[in-house]
């Protein structure tokens, strides 16, 4: 099963084989949707004005499957957080269609978005929980999941108590609970030091290499975007438009190395040139 | 398979503990000024208030402001006096509770309901703020005749008073979740009551218990001022207030109003105690 394959390697394989009669209900509600979207996202000429009156996305289709992972790479107003919410549910279309399963959906926002009284363990927990997962099977897969991210030893921390790049970990380990197999990646590094950044881009990309999902990563950094990518997908600004697409053919698993490649500047090179076409 | 973990990369949380730790101990030693400056206060007020009785008023005319040792001789020493009081404020105080009890299930309530349309909102809001402004003195009456001139009514004048702050302090409180929670539970597809249990009711907790401390006050005030209408039963310390008026005993009168503001105050506190306690668990801690 496609979805079993995924989990089990994020998760250790004793929590993800367990499963409550809820989940399985949700499993078979994927089964049944899967004929109709296989396994991704795809937008259909989707337009969305905002009541306001401005325009944040016109005519945008997109399509992720399972084994790409894309990045948005766009100027600030370009509607790439805009396209990631509407996939998410958190925003409707004026026009067009948008497809996804949102059981299968994981979404990392731009801040931790962390309850404050909540400690590191019980807030990785609450979105099974809040799915009806058994307290037992919660607290393992959470435990499993915080481990993961490297933040065992602080499950009784309160997010205050973290550091900015441990709040994001532990954001990161409370999607992977609800085991998703789509990954939404709201500028989730944005606000990071370089070298966390960094360490993290290297994992998430080994983290796809060994068990591929489909994935969308909106970023304002062209390296960023070329380095985790196996597209880049430019927007343009106000009304956010797609402008170019620009395939990524570097094989996985990436290595650091990559980055001092001359294709890799080259390629680095053609989409910073792309973002500034589209910017103008 | 990889963990995603980069320890050296991140700042250990140790450094940012210890200077958490310094700083609490500093704000150990303020205290010292914190009680000896408005016992200073307190102190100068007195002075002032027995020079401008001793010196100030003329003789005949003293009895309007006694001196503030005639009132700890008179009121408070006077052991038949201070019981008829006590027991007054006990029964002042007993109203006052069950008063605000109710106002705070009600409020609490109101500011839930409200919080969950649109519509219940704007069909509930202008009738909460009319509650605020009716002079509850115009109907006190008619909650005699409604009620009767006993304890129930003075409960009811309680619950009127101090219910406006707890309903506008719950549905501000539930209505200051950040939209980032609240996308974070729409992806959760978490329900109605989840939502309210685990993210608006939590969040909401430090602004209710801010209206239970402004409302404990104002239940002590509806209580006192029920007393002065309601007269059968247990005399609460507002009717000895209306008498001690009448016999022109201003020691007395001065000494009931020191007991009841000491009501108020210790039930502020309490709530200050439970703020500080929520505050703590709610973890919005200045961290940064």
Redesign the interface.
């Known amino acids: 099963m496609l979805m079993g394959g995924m989990i089990s390697?994020l998760l250790s394989r004793p929590f993800a084989l367990a499963s409550t009669p809820g989940e399985r209900a949700r499993a078979g509600a994927v089964a049944a949707n899967r004929a109709a979207i296989a396994s991704g996202v795809k937008l259909e000429d989707v337009s969305l004005t905002f009541p306001n009156g401005t325009q944040a996305l016109e005519r945008v289709s997109l399509s992720v499957q399972t084994g790409e992972l894309v990045a948005l790479l766009g100027a600030s107003g370009s509607g790439k957080s805009t396209l990631l919410?509407l996939l998410?549910?958190?925003e409707k279309p004026t026009s067009g269609v948008v497809h996804a399963d949102?059981?299968q959906?994981g979404?990392v926002?731009?801040?931790a978005?962390l309850?404050?009284?909540?400690s590191v363990l019980t807030n990785v927990e609450?979105?099974a929980r809040?799915?009806g997962v058994a307290p037992g099977l919660c607290r393992g897969r959470a435990l499993a999941a915080i481990?993961?991210?490297?933040?065992s030893g602080f499950e009784q921390?309160?997010?205050?108590?973290?550091?900015g790049?441990?709040r994001m970990?532990a954001s990161?380990a409370r999607m992977l609970t609800?085991q998703p197999r789509i990954f939404l990646f709201d500028e989730p590094f944005g606000a990071l030091?370089d070298?966390?950044r960094e360490?993290?881009n290297q994992?998430l990309v080994?983290?796809f290499a060994?068990e591929p999902f489909a994935g969308l990563f909106v970023t304002h950094s062209v390296r960023e975007s070329v380095f985790l990518s196996t597209r880049v997908v430019v927007l343009s600004p106000r009304p956010g438009r797609i402008a170019t697409e620009i395939p990524v053919p570097f094989a996985y698993p990436r290595s650091p190395e990559l980055a001092y490649s001359a294709e890799f500047a080259e390629l680095t090179g053609k989409v910073a040139r792309a973002l500034r076409e589209a910017s103008r | 398979?990889?963990?995603?973990?980069?320890?050296s990369?991140?700042?250990?949380?140790g450094s940012?503990?210890v200077a958490r730790s310094q700083r609490s101990l500093v704000a150990t030693r303020r205290p010292l000024s914190r009680v000896v400056a408005p016992t200073l206060t307190f102190l100068a007020f007195l002075l002032v208030w027995s020079l401008v009785s001793r010196f100030v008023l003329d003789p005949d005319r003293r009895f309007l402001l006694p001196t503030p040792l005639s009132v700890v001789r008179n009121g408070i020493l006077q052991s038949d006096g201070l019981v008829e009081m006590l027991s007054g404020l006990a029964s002042t105080a007993e109203v006052a509770l069950a008063g605000l009890a109710i106002a705070i299930v009600l409020g609490v309530g109101t500011g839930i309901l409200m919080s969950q349309a649109r519509w219940i909102e704007y069909s509930i809001y202008p009738y909460a703020i009319a509650l605020q402004t009716i002079p509850i003195l115009a109907v006190v009456p008619l909650l005699g005749y409604w009620f009767g001139f006993d304890f129930q009514s003075r409960v009811i004048v309680c619950v009127l008073v101090s219910l406006f702050p707890l309903i506008t302090n719950t549905l501000y409180g539930l209505k200051s979740v950040?939209s980032?929670?609240h996308?974070?539970?729409?992806?959760?597809?978490?329900s109605r009551l989840?939502r309210l249990l685990?993210?608006e009711l939590?969040a909401a907790l430090p602004a209710i218990v801010t209206g239970c401390k402004i409302s404990a006050g104002l239940a002590v005030i509806g209580s006192i001022v029920a007393d002065f209408f309601f007269r059968q039963g247990e005399p609460g310390i507002g009717r000895l207030i209306d008498i001690y008026r009448q016999r022109l005993a201003t020691e007395q009168l001065m000494t009931a109003l020191v007991l009841s503001s000491l009501l108020g105050l210790s039930l502020f506190a309490v709530f200050e105690v439970l703020s500080r306690l929520v505050d703590r668990?709610?973890?919005?801690?200045k961290?940064a």
Do not use: C
């Open positions: 390697n919410r998410a549910g958190f949102r059981s959906l979404y926002f731009q801040d978005t309850l404050p009284w909540r609450l979105p809040i799915n481990e993961r991210v490297g933040l921390h309160k997010p205050a108590q973290l550091s790049g441990m970990r990161i609800l030091d070298i966390t360490s993290l994992q080994d983290m060994s | 398979m990889r963990a995603l973990s980069t320890k990369a991140d700042a250990a949380p940012r503990r950040e980032g929670h996308d974070l539970f729409t992806l959760m597809r978490a989840q685990h993210l939590p668990w709610h973890g919005v801690a961290a």
